[in-house]
């Protein structure tokens, strides 16, 4: 009887149990469905002028319309909000030094080195600065964001895992969302900065001139087909630390370059002439690359809205989530797109301890500990920066009134290209090429975004200055008509991919920030020329996946050279190296290619094996710092020492040039098969997996599997068109040719919305993989909201 009352109340409780699991398990998702936004129904909106609302097709790409473009702002916030608030949260308090708010101590170091520049501060500043227009349109987009985010039946589910809520958004906010990408897109000029002055400090002017080029064969400007600067001469001794081992109490742990996705760079735009296209508009395509997370970082939108003329204007591309305008895309008159242009605007300067300052205290809101004070001393250059015994001044074109603004809006109304490129150089963006084309054919480049007014300083202002040089060296900013520009070159085709732009006098006025070296640049240019006479915008699309090894195919050549017979002498894991480069190469960065993967890693070991010490000191200066970042041309000057092979220059721990080839493949064998794999079956794919994931994936155990994307392996990589990493890469692909956008094709990596039971979530993720061209313009309305005047409200 005791064992049968037992068992009894047994049952009960495991019932219990399972009923209050189950309950729990329902709670939370009618919580997370609480969350999704609201796709149909009317809202009454006090302060609307009109009427507007947001038409959803079958992928949740919205036609946000409206009777006034202050009303289609107001519903681009309301559906951002609703969408992606947590993402927009992040975006503002990166650049402002906030996230600790949010996430605690651990944030803390962000938060100190980014507060270091005051953007809150400088925000708020430049709200009151703008126009009353400006200021009115910001403002109902913000009454848009909060209204979105009130009207959620609860709030993000982020949040409910950080037990944090949600901070109404301001219109400073804003203005933050466009300086996270002054971090995202520059962000490594202070690290290139400090490491080109302890490059500076270690080499003399003839090593620097090799190992340091401005140029090499590889760059392709738009006013030459290549720059003619001469072969720098290879000097008779390298530095000091060329070539030394790591000393032994260095810092921790360099990552081996060969192993890793070192000095990726992205972002292709290119445009093709209205005289070679079969609609006689320009064909204008641009891909985007940065990091590849989820969501995705753009949000897809039509805004249709009147153009004071007594018609519409649509505007047709990607949103970024905390800002009311489309940033990439086409008027119907004009299309644009940007790849970063990688010039210098900033500088370090060295202070001497006698310049006038002014100290300002930041508090850091810290959840779960007290505040953290901190004092930031600015001089009239820019804050203070302490690195070693040394203090600099941080001379950033981000820091100066005008960096961010809303001219983009302007860009709405552009109905030639001529209206285009004028339009460009004010708008307040991290400075950019802006790549553009028009319906009557026209295309054109410029720089777009804020330019350092310089002195004839030329390439040496990359590295850190004196005090006293800073004088007349960079004063404001350069005047709009002194930007250059190239307008309807006679091939009837222009290209960027953040390399050099200019042969010329203008490549003075852009300078040098980290160009990449020009491969990927080539690559797309020779791939429009190989497009004949005659094209069209599914030709023109299909070059941002060219995925071919054109730069490493003379890597591999060099690997099969090195492993002569002598080498693969007794060497199984040697002779199989050698087999798999020749009869596994494509010659494209494909994901079944052992031979790929190989070779790139070869090139990346050489790297490691003449970098090593320098990289390790270098991390001394800034956790940043490195070669790869003092010139991305490393290998260019690499491959010279390779096939020229210069005495003074091979490191004495080898007894010839081969030798340090063979270890140098070596490492990547040893690498490739430390876990106890084939060779044959270490593919590039294998390594060039997708791991994307949302931000909160790792906090929710049960959940998180749903909040990242599958292990997809990528083809593409860097120095091709297709750049792609695990975490980087075409952030958006499209391509369109304006008055035609019923043509035009568009790829993102992830779908609109932020939240993982939406069915928009990785919708359209499987076209961007396989790069099979959809659609740009949304379809048929599946979901419709309507805005209205709420009665009685006046506008």
């Known amino acids: 009887m005791q064992k049968s009352g037992l068992l009894v109340w047994s049952k009960r409780i495991l019932i219990a149990a399972v009923v209050l699991l189950v309950l729990a398990v329902a709670a939370a998702w009618l919580y997370l469905r609480g969350s999704l936004a609201q796709l149909e129904g009317q809202r009454q909106v006090a302060g609307l002028e009109t009427t507007a609302s947001v038409a959803r097709d079958a992928h949740g790409v919205p036609v946000i319309s409206g009777g006034s473009r202050d009303d289609v702002a107001y519903a681009t916030g309301f559906v951002h909000a609703q969408e992606r608030y947590f993402q927009m949260d992040l975006l503002r308090r990166v650049p402002s030094g906030e996230l600790s708010e949010l996430f605690g101590e651990r944030a803390l170091p962000i938060d100190t080195s980014h507060r270091l520049h005051r953007f809150r501060a400088r925000a708020e500043l430049a709200v009151r600065a703008l126009s009353a227009a400006d200021r009115k349109l910001l403002e109902r987009y913000t009454a848009g964001v909060n209204d979105g985010l009130n ?60 190992l340091a080029p401005e140029s090499t064969p590889w760059d392709a400007p738009l006013d030459a087909q290549t720059i003619d600067s001469g072969e720098v001469v290879i000097p008779a001794t390298p530095p000091a ?33 209205g005289s070679r296209s079969d609609t006689g508009a320009a064909i ?21 809205f009147p153009d004071g003329k007594g018609g519409q204007r649509r505007m047709v591309g990607v949103t970024l989530p905390g800002t009311p305008f489309v940033v990439v895309g086409s008027n119907g008159h004009v299309a644009w797109g940007f790849t970063n242009s990688y010039g210098d605007y900033l500088d370090f300067v060295e202070l001497e301890g006698k310049e006038p300052q002014v100290a300002h205290e930041e508090t850091i809101l810290v959840k779960g500990a007290p505040a953290v004070k901190l004092v930031v001393r600015e001089t009239a250059l820019g804050p203070i920066r302490e690195v070693g015994a040394r203090s600099y001044a941080v001379h950033w074109a981000a820091h100066l009134p005008g960096a961010v603004n809303l001219n983009i809006a302007h860009l709405e109304m552009a109905d030639t290209l001529d209206e285009a490129l004028a339009i460009a150089p004010t708008l307040g963006i991290p400075a950019q090429n802006f790549v553009a084309g028009d319906s009557k054919g026209n295309i054109g480049w410029t720089i777009a975004g804020p330019m350092p007014r310089r002195a004839a300083a030329g390439m040496a202002s990359t590295y850190p200055l004196k ?102 002498a007794g060497n199984a894991q040697r002779a199989e190296a050698l087999a798999l480069l020749k009869d596994s190469w494509s010659g494209n960065a494909s994901v079944d290619s052992v031979a790929y993967r190989i070779t790139r890693g070869f090139m990346y070991a050489v790297y490691d094996i003449m970098y090593d010490n320098v990289n390790a000191e270098l991390a001394r200066v800034d956790p940043k710092a490195s070669m790869a970042a003092v010139s991305a041309r490393w290998p260019v000057v690499l491959a010279r020492l390779l096939d020229q092979q210069p005495a003074g220059w091979l490191p004495p721990q080898y007894a010839n040039w081969q030798a340090l080839q063979v270890a140098a493949l070596d490492r990547v064998i040893a690498d490739l098969t430390k876990d106890g794999q084939p060779l044959k079956n270490a593919t590039w794919g294998q390594r060039n997996t997708a791991v994307s994931a949302h931000p909160m994936a790792s906090a929710i155990p ?88 709420a009665a009685g409200a006046t506008p």
């Open 241 to 273: 630390w060329w070539g030394k081992p790591k000393a032994a109490d260095a810092p921790a742990p360099a990552k081996l370059a060969q192993a890793e996705f070192l000095n990726t760079v992205g972002s292709n735009n290119w445009a093709v002439a």
């Open 151 to 210: 009207a959620l039946s609860a709030k993000p589910f982020e949040y409910a895992l950080i037990g944090q809520p949600p901070r109404a958004w301001s219109p400073a906010d804003t203005l933050l969302v466009v300086w996270a990408m002054y971090f995202d897109l520059q962000g490594n000029l202070e690290s290139r900065e400090l490491a080109r002055g302890w490059f500076r400090d270690n080499t003399d002017e003839a090593q620097r001139a090799f």
């Open 467 to 568: 005090a006293w040089e800073a004088a007349g060296l960079w004063q404001g900013w350069l005047p709009p008509e002194a930007y250059p520009k190239v307008v309807n070159p006679a091939a009837g085709q222009i290209a960027t991919a953040n390399s050099r732009q200019l042969s010329g006098t203008g490549a003075e006025l852009i300078g040098d920030g980290g160009f990449d070296l020009g491969a990927r640049t080539h690559q797309v240019r020779d791939g429009l020329t190989a497009l004949g006479a005659k094209t069209d915008v599914k030709k023109v699309y299909a070059i941002g996946l060219d995925d071919r090894a054109l730069f490493l195919s003379a890597w591999r050549e060099r690997a099969l050279a090195a492993l002569d017979a002598k080498a693969i």
């Open 284 to 304: 204008v395509a641009d891909d985007m690359h940065l990091g590849i997370q989820l969501p995705a970082i753009w949000y897809r939108a039509a805004l249709q």
């Open 702 to 789: 049960l959940l998180g599997k749903y909040l990242k994307v599958a292990p997809d392996m990528l083809a593409g990589d860097q120095h091709m068109p297709r750049v792609a990493g695990p975490t980087f890469g075409q952030s958006e692909r499209l391509t369109v040719s304006p008055g035609h956008e019923e043509q035009g094709i568009f790829n993102m990596p992830g779908g609109q919305s932020g939240h993982p039971l939406s069915p928009y979530f990785l919708d359209g993720r499987m076209d961007w993989l396989t790069g099979r061209a959809s659609p740009l313009l949304p379809g048929p309305a599946r979901h419709t909201l309507t805005f209205t005047r």
